[in-house]
């Protein structure tokens, strides 16, 4: 196999690629702009990881730039993509909305492109459970509608799976979009709570907390997503020759096109979220109580039945391992 995983330096991408490396007889090609949304420190640091094994290239590629990123990979051969690279967050799209065209619809189009060009045997790429929105039929499952986004963020997701949709249709692509749930860890992205709520604690900083600790939310480990993802790639989607156009299933299709939501299944409130942080770090939090944020969810918990349908019950890591993996990793890296 011959995988290209772009955003690999980003926070997900990194720990996929790990993973990926796994399997045997496989090669992994990672690309990303570098771009500076957050620290470019830890990005070189995840690739500099990276390249020290076998069987993983790295290339620093705008995936903007249709014509670079479309020789790249007929020179290589690939032949599965995983799509991750993309202008993250919820926050930064109230302020810096323009940000979040190229790269997720414009770049997105590109992949999509040369996903046809080359005739790759499946295409899987990050979209976000921000997309169910104004939704509040708990948990979240695949097959209910997801058509409410309530920022920019998560209307370029969407955006993305309806695309990927015409283009599966059109051309017979394999494609599958993986709806993430707050993805949490070590590498993690300075810009979510997590990061920030150790770094403020530790420096004796006040943290930051909207909706006056009421959101919960569905907390997936890197790990479990790495791993997920893993097996995504070789769950190649075929057509659902039962698909009911009288009565359309959001998640299933004519064409070989899936969505799945990737979670753990269990539902954490902000405030015990933080309570464990402190616990890891042995120090209170200053809390600085604010209201909810426009745009914001106040909460997500998903199904995980689809998952556990496909991948014979998987098991999530409970949030208390990951987030003392987390703490752990964050002052080795930072003393
Ligand atoms: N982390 C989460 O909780 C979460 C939740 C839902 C969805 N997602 C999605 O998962 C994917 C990975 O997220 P992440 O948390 O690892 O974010 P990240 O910001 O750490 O990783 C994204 C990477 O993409 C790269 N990139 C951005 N624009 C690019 C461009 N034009 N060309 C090439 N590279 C570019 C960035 O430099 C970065 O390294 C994203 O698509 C994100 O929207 C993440």
Same mark, same amino acid.
């Given at each position: 196999?011959k ?17 990926l490396l796994?399997k045997?007889n496989?090669?992994?090609?990672g ?5 500076? /949304? ?6 070189l =640091? ?7 094994k076998?069987?993983?290239?790295? @290339? ?11 020789n ?5 051969k ?7 690279a993309a202008?993250?967050? #919820?926050?930064?799209s ?10 997720n619809l ?6 999509l ?10 295409? #899987? ?6 997309? /169910? ?7 979240f499952?695949?097959n209910?509608?997801? =058509?409410?986004?309530?920022?920019l963020?998560a209307?370029?997701? @969407?955006?993305?799976? #309806?695309?990927?949709h015409?283009?599966? /249709? ?5 494609i ?6 707050t #993805? ?16 403020n ?5 006040k ?6 600790g009421?959101?919960t ?8 997503v790495?791993?997920l993802?893993?097996k995504?790639l070789?769950?190649i ?11 359309? =299933?959001p998640s299933?299709?004519?064409a070989?096109?899936?969505i799945?939501?990737?979670s ?19 120090? @209170? ?6 209201p ?17 349908s496909?991948?014979?019950n998987f098991k999530s ?14 002052k080795?890296?930072y003393?």
């Open positions: 196999m995988i290209l995983v772009t955003g690999a330096a980003g926070f997900i991408g990194y720990h996929t690629c790990l993973s796994k045997k496989t090669k992994i090609f690309v990303d702009n570098i771009n500076n /949304y957050y620290d470019t420190k830890i990005k =640091d995840r690739i500099e990881i990276l390249k020290k076998k069987n993983f290239y790295f @290339k620093k590629i705008d995936i903007t730039n249709f014509k670079l990123l479309k790249y990979l007929t020179k290589k690939i032949n599965y993509i995983i799509h991750l202008q993250a967050g #919820v926050r930064h109230l302020k810096k909305p323009r940000d979040y065209i190229d790269t414009i770049g997105f189009f590109n992949i492109e040369i996903s046809k060009i080359i005739n790759v045997k499946h295409l #899987v790429f990050a979209s976000t459970s921000s997309v /169910y929105g104004l939704n509040e039929n708990f948990p499952k695949e209910r509608i997801a =058509d409410h986004p309530i920022q963020y209307a370029t997701k @969407k955006s993305n799976e #309806v695309m990927a015409s283009y599966s /249709y059109l051309f017979k692509i394999p599958t979009g993986c709806r993430f749930f #993805v949490y860890g070590p590498w993690g992205r300075p810009d979510m709570a997590l990061f920030k709520f150790t770094k604690i530790i420096e004796n900083k943290i930051d907390v909207f909706n006056n009421n959101h939310r569905d907390f997936t480990y890197c790990d479990d790495a791993k993802l893993s995504i070789l769950k989607p075929k057509k659902n020759i039962r698909f009911d156009k009288k009565k359309p =299933d299933t299709s004519l070989p096109f899936d799945i939501n990737v753990s299944g269990k539902q954490v409130k902000l405030t015990k979220f933080i309570s464990e942080i402190e616990k890891n770090l042995k120090r @209170k939090a200053k809390k600085n109580f604010l909810l944020q426009i745009g914001d969810i106040p909460d997500t918990l998903s199904s995980k039945k689809k998952i556990n496909y991948f014979k890591t409970n949030y208390k391992v990951g987030i003392n993996n987390f703490i752990k990793w964050y080795s890296y003393k």
